[in-house]
């Protein structure tokens, strides 16, 4: 019995490390936008905050999937094998729809929600709450 305990502990411990290890950081989101030539960094990642749950919603939990991203083929949410690859699937998904890189951030917000990113009509006024705290 002590020793399932201690197995039962030892498997909950490692369980949070690897769960606190996938939590990115604001510099460690913005170097794989950028890595990615992703526009709008700091957009993308106040979207991600409020998707997410600041990275601890299940979809983020159990798919990777910080941005909300939907499967419409398959009608479910989208999984992914890290938030990274995520990031590329925006791009891929949904910026590459974007022609103009010219635009501000909240040029570029209010593109996001001309073009259907998301159905809460507070949308805009949600992620531009977390962007104003991001880019302070």
């Excluded at 526009?39 to 993308?44: A, D, G, M, R, T």
Aim: aromatic share 16%; with cysteine; charged share 20%.
């Amino acid at each position: 019995m002590k020793r399932r305990i201690i197995v039962l502990i030892a498997c909950l411990v490692m369980g949070f490390v690897t769960f606190a290890q996938a939590i990115p950081t604001k510099e460690e989101f913005i170097k794989v936008c950028d890595s990615l030539e992703i526009h709008h960094p700091y957009v993308v990642y106040a979207q991600a905050c409020l998707e997410s749950g600041n990275f601890t919603s299940a979809h983020f939990r159990n798919r990777n999937n910080c941005l909300g991203l939907y499967d419409s083929k398959n009608k479910r949410y989208a999984s992914f094998s890290s938030w990274q690859e995520c990031l590329s699937k925006y791009k891929t998904w949904f910026q590459y729809r974007c022609k103009n890189t010219n635009m501000s951030d909240l040029e570029y917000l209010q593109w996001v929600v001309n073009h259907g990113y998301a159905s809460d009509k507070t949308y805009y006024g949600k992620v531009l709450k977390i962007y104003n705290k991001v880019k302070e």
